[in-house]
């Protein structure tokens, strides 16, 4: 069940709905974000505490929720949700392409990529200083150094930049830099970070998990809903499979399914679902067709030389050869690109 | 290495072949079809075996092939395969449209099925009489006497007819009925049925096993090859995984990986993959986009009635209604439907 | 639902039986096996229809029973079931150990494992004679001949035989040359081939295919009894996943889960689940541990040029050296081997 | 490569490795713990360099290690590693029992369930006061209160203590608290995290992630010692597979194939695998059996009324009456419990 507080109601009266549901050992949480203040509940009560509740001066609506994500859920929001970032929208008609780099190397090699992206259409620039290496013996990321040179190329090339996050501490000082943050398929469920992320008020793009159900993925993306931030954008970047011709298996699936679920947008990251870039054309097409709202892809300038993921990256120009078709395939199902 | 046999070699010539792969104890088979001999080896032999068996009379040429399958690679044989069936094209510009009710229940069912089928564009009529089933107490199917409605049906409809085949006693008499056969996922590894099959003079629809690898699913198209039938389709159909909001989790990556291994057409069933209705528009859309040469889909005009499968059946209406979608799609990446 | 029929009841009387599953749409099947006959029911009447065909004079009881599978379940016979072959008890209190090579190759490869194996206590010796392979080129097995000299040495050595069934037109053949026919993983689900094992008059071994959910493995097991075999034994080797270290992944809880439901023998194939022989003791003292009636494990006297599986098997001596401490582990359970 | 650093070597001599490392532009990092400085390289150099470092005066040895995983490597370091937590032992020859609730709910709930564990010969009493919960709405863990209780109730029966950390900033509270640190499966590759119980000096357990290669399993372990701690447990809790029969696949493989690999101990989790009581004697006598040096099993004073997996929990008396079957497992193969 999800309790929409009224406006107007006093903080005593918003603890008199609290004290009702302790009472009945309900579990539940009060989320404030910046246009209401929301009690999620984890199940829904019986008929008549319902009805109690509802009695409440505090309480302006009390809707019950069949699925465990509430916030989430289209129950508690029918209309879609539409996401601003930087003059960027994410969710609307036009479909996003959001590209670049794995991880930020130098000045020079932004501003190569950025000048290319840019002519494409290009409306994000990703890019981490950041890394979640699977070795510590590997690159790490630029740290801070690098998130200062992505929000200076971005400005100069005037386009949106999104980032990964790994650690609660750095969240604030990433959230001056970037204008959308990432948490990485690995830390879907490092609750404590969502928590975190949700009180940074900057939209997030939530990749799902390595084997992580769609459900799980969407009680990741009310951990941050409740906490305060209604931007998530999540984002399919393959699950893990027994296949090994791909380097994990991308569920395009889940795109219609999610639709069915939330009114979040949703976007679809090919490059670490194939490991491999011949199948990027072919997997970006199929996930426009499959409704997903933007693309998330790995361009670098120079990938055999690059510091991460090189195996997996375009060269600016391969990229920007595909994207007339990606914008025939978006306008045949009514989008734009 | 595959070694291709001049038309003009004699038996004893051969035969002389095969005796030099036993002295150097190399595993091969002999493969006939309607156009050509030749000899499959297991691996490849050392340069100078290759320098002899080159010498002999009856070999026109010796290819090296790195993939285990042979006749199926694209080494072998760079040209797009496309399949002719009862005057469809597989594997030409065109998608081609195949659909039609899980099990043949009634002549009234196939009349009333095949009409809005046939107005929506679909080729190939899809209906089994023979159904693998997970227990033996449900309905098996109507046997041989199902397969004459369903010839009947589609005679007087003029579409091809495609239904499953479960065991090599009855390979022969289904192939004196309809115009493709189909090997379902269950049967992706038996290979006495993928060897009869090769004999049967009729295309094969060779549906992924649950838990097959992509060269595991084109070595058993090898196993049809192999045993004389060039006629293979491909069918993705979804994989196991772990998620359940799907049946199965479609793999549309293996698209464009099989396209980059063989020459066949392949096609996608996104029914059986999804194993609910509604994410059949999206999946449909997303697998033309992502390369594939065809579509198989369960449509039924009584869904809740089904003998089996009802509920990722279409009623015909439905699946009418975004067939002018898929066209767009198909016009949007260059081809026709 | 399952219906015992009375042993005295005349085949009128079973016929009305039928008559009012059939006038009540109640999928069904006659099952006859040596001791009794039966009907199985795809799922459970209303009240009243069961009070109705507890009323027939055939009716000897009808048993609800709520898993899918019925002859299988505790519920349709709650003592363990204990199979007899060839002088060996499977099932019993007493661990079988079953070994021998993947292939068989000859008569003095034969001899050469079985004197040892022998000597270790094995009581059920393995070899087949018809190979599913993934490749049409590799080694199909040497057919027929391989059975007689199968049969012949474990004549002279004194155990009992297991060989592999891969197609209906087989297994009145092979069950002529062996004590027990074995249903390999990529057949699980090819249902013809159940139905003919079912008729076999051998207990069969059942291996869980690749991806099979416990439900499904159950449910083959199903189909061969509901033809008339009471005598199946389950055989975990593992189900396919993402890692990579071992072939498959050995799922050892499927012991205890199966204890649960089914009154079958179940036992473990350590062999085909790694991949490598190094894991084997390991693997072998767990499924023991876990509960399994028998170990089923390959052995080679020259696994270097084994024809097949080379990889994963055993040296007779190194499967001799750790026979002792699969006792150890057999007594600490209350067993003995 | 794993560069050993002489203990006599001075800041410059040291510096002067990094400075050929960086040259050279090898991945590295240096790891201090309590007895050696090493220097880890992400891949192996050329035969030249190593020479080259070799001739360094800070250089003892420079070990070239095959695996991703260096100072966890069975390369680095042969002979096993033994943990002391508190008096206990693990890694030893003694099987040691690690046991209690899955959160800590109150002074009452330890004190019971902890007489019951002592006398059945736990060593080491588990409860956590942060939980990991998949919905924001659940009951998030009693938190800094929560684990005063475990301490005291600990000290009380003279047990050692496990508790989970989830976040970097909680880590030296924790620590201060209990005596061994878990890491949970979901931030298995939190790396951060992975840094901060690296540097925390306490023995950390580290759960396998639900889709986590060993390989990969093991590369965390190094982040940890990379950072300092050699202490690192490594906990198999089951994979994630499509099987629903359990909660998750225990990977009993990963037992032997982590033997093979690593010098650490490794523990198994039966209870969170199997997601049910009924299973865990079973799975708990096969870990043993398959060379776990511990196991770590949830258990309840009041299952149904538990804040958090309930359905997992045994009652302390379910748990105490298989201790006996554990411990002659134990024995029947070499080791004591």
């Known amino acids: 069940m999800l309790i929409t507080i009224k406006k107007s109601a006093s903080a005593a009266e918003i603890h008199s709905v609290q004290q ?44 019950r929720i069949s699925t465990p994500f ?9 209309e879609k949700t539409v996401i601003h970032a930087n003059g960027v929208e994410i969710g609307g008609d036009k479909v996003v392409l959001m590209a670049g780099p794995c991880s930020i190397e130098s000045q020079e090699q932004l501003d190569l990529i950025a000048v290319e992206l840019k002519k494409a259409g290009v409306a994000v620039m990703r890019g981490s200083a950041f890394k979640p290496r699977s070795s510590p013996y590997s690159f790490q990321g ?7 040179l992505h929000s200076g190329a971005q400005k100069k090339h005037q386009m949106a930049t999104v980032t990964e996050v790994m650690n609660i501490q750095d969240v604030e000082m990433i959230a001056q830099h970037v204008d959308i943050l990432q948490i990485g398929a690995r830390n879907m469920q490092n609750f404590d970070l ?20 769609i459900e799980e993925w969407l009680l990741s993306a009310e951990y941050i809903m409740a906490h305060g931030n209604p931007d998530v954008i999540l984002c399919e970047r393959g699950i893990r499979t027994y296949e090994t011709s791909t380097r994990n298996t991308l569920d395009l699936s889940s795109i219609p399914v999610v639709k069915q679920l939330t009114h979040l947008p949703v976007i679809v990251d090919p490059s670490h679902a194939a490991g491999r870039t011949d199948l990027i054309p072919a997997l970006s097409k199929a996930a426009i067709a499959a409704g997903a709202d933007g693309l998330l892809i790995e361009v670098h300038n120079d990938p055999k030389n690059a510091k991460s993921d090189g195996k997996q990256s375009l060269l ?22």
Chains 1, 2, 3, 4 share one sequence.
């Open 20 to 63: 009702l549901l302790d009472h009945h050992r309900l579990g539940h949480r009060i989320c404030e974000n910046r246009t209401q203040t929301v009690i999620g509940l984890e199940g829904n009560p019986s008929e008549e505490i319902a009805l109690e509740l509802r009695k409440l001066p505090a309480v302006e609506k009390a809707t």
């Open 194 to 213: 969502l928590k975190a992320v949700g009180k940074s008020g900057k939209p997030v793009i939530l990749k799902r998990g390595l084997s992580a159900t």
């Open 316 to 337: 600016p120009q391969d990229f920007t050869n595909f994207v007339p078709d990606l914008r025939k395939v978006a306008e045949a199902i009514g989008r734009s690109l």
């Open 142 to 148: 630029m740290g801070e150094e690098g998130l200062k």
């Open 70 to 78: 509430k916030l989430a859920s289209l129950a508690a929001k029918p």
